[in-house]
């Protein structure tokens, strides 16, 4: 099969961590006999050097003509990038939402799962992380206050800043299917997360998510605070199969749920429209504090590639390699620095980011 992928490595870690995912994809194509077609395209902090603005038409062509888009992370640090400098539609996370908006891909997924090899990364109590998780959250991506309307401006004598979070009914309909889809395919759970005690807006997710439940009778719905589910992810994060919630709120627990996997650096997602194209990203962002020094973590990369693999390209046993690829190197021992938990350095064996993609490479197999 020919895969025709445009790739976004971005800013900081992004070139290093998209790079691994290559390596990683090109051996897949070698064991299984497949073509990859990369091409590399400019967004955020080093378009705006390039081009002056965060997102090109070009960009957005390259993405539109490709089957998928892999991409790394974007932005710098805000305190002290010229970036942060420009107006806020010209920064490099206005890039990022634009491309989202421009592809039309409404849901974000999230899976967050805690390989036993790391239940010593985990930052739970022993009960927890020895009972493990397995989650995934559906994030809604192209509405809510992301995409409201905002200004500041002088209101009886003082600037006054407004966000606007809209949802509508079509908005929340699509994303729930979504949700109860790939519960169907999972543990046939549903929690959805709302602040329906004072939000409007999730006054209308709630009922809008209850009438697509109909259709789903095999799975189960329930609704949850966000601020209770905040506090239940890390107390009790088994009891969620899937979590399906609005764009801000997933932005903020999907941090949450990485980071009891034992690392940000671990979480995947993919960001679907309607159709097989998506875009896949990791989770976590640019980190520029490491960014150029061979340390930071490629999994969340790699992995995203396989869910690539899974929802672009139908390719379930090339995905599974590279998942299967990623245990082994954690159960050998293998840990990049951010893996490395309150372990002493002779525990497990410290390596940096190229060489945690050849380890990777390696460890593609047929099967
Ligand atoms: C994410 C990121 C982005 C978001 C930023 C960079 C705009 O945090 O993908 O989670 O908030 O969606
Ligand atoms: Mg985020």
Redesign the pocket.
């Given at each position: 099969m020919k895969l025709n992928i445009t790739c976004i490595p971005g800013d900081g870690i992004g070139p290093e961590i998209v790079a691994q995912a290559k390596k990683v994809l090109n051996k897949v194509a070698l064991v299984y006999d497949h073509e990859m077609n990369f091409r590399d395209v400019l967004m955020g902090g080093c378009s705006i050097d390039a081009y002056g603005v965060p997102l090109t038409q070009e960009t957005i062509d390259a993405a539109k003509a490709a089957d998928a888009v892999l991409m790394g992370s974007?932005?710098g640090n805000t305190s002290t990038s010229p970036w942060y400098k420009l107006e806020p539609s010209k920064r490099p996370?206005a890039g990022?939402?634009g491309i989202r908006k421009a592809l039309g891909l409404f849901a974000n997924l999230r899976p967050a799962y805690l390989y036993p090899q790391l239940k010593e990364a985990c930052p739970l109590k022993e009960e927890a992380a020895v009972k493990g998780f397995d989650m995934l959250i559906m994030r809604e991506l192209t509405g809510g206050l992301y995409f409201g309307e905002r200004y500041t401006k002088e209101v009886d004598g003082e600037l006054t800043a407004t966000d606007t979070l809209v949802y509508k009914e079509s908005e929340i309909r699509r994303i729930a299917i979504k949700a109860f889809e790939v519960a169907r395919k999972r543990r046939k759970s549903v929690i959805s997360v709302d602040k329906a005690n004072v939000l409007d807006s999730s006054r209308l997710w709630r009922k809008v998510v209850e009438e697509v439940a109909k259709d789903y009778p095999d799975v189960a719905l329930e609704h949850m605070l966000v601020d209770n589910c905040a506090m239940q992810l890390v107390r009790d994060p088994a009891q969620f199969d899937v979590v399906l919630t609005e764009n801000m709120f997933g932005?903020i627990l999907?941090d949450e749920a990485s980071m009891i996997t034992g690392s940000i650096g671990m979480l995947p997602s993919a960001s679907l429209n309607d159709s097989s194209f998506g875009l896949y990203e990791p989770?976590h962002?640019s980190a520029p504090d490491i960014a150029g020094k061979d340390i930071a973590n490629p999994i969340a990369t790699v992995l995203s590639a396989a869910m690539m693999l899974r929802y672009t390209f139908n390719l379930d046993k090339e995905a599974d390699s590279i998942e299967n690829a990623v245990r082994k190197v954690l159960e050998e021992g293998y840990r990049t620095t951010d893996l490395m938990g309150s372990a002493n350095e002779g525990e497990f064996k410290k390596v940096g980011c190229r060489e945690m993609g050849d380890l990777l490479v390696e460890r593609i197999l047929y099967l």
């Open positions: 974007i932005g996370e990022l939402l932005d999907s989770s962002g």
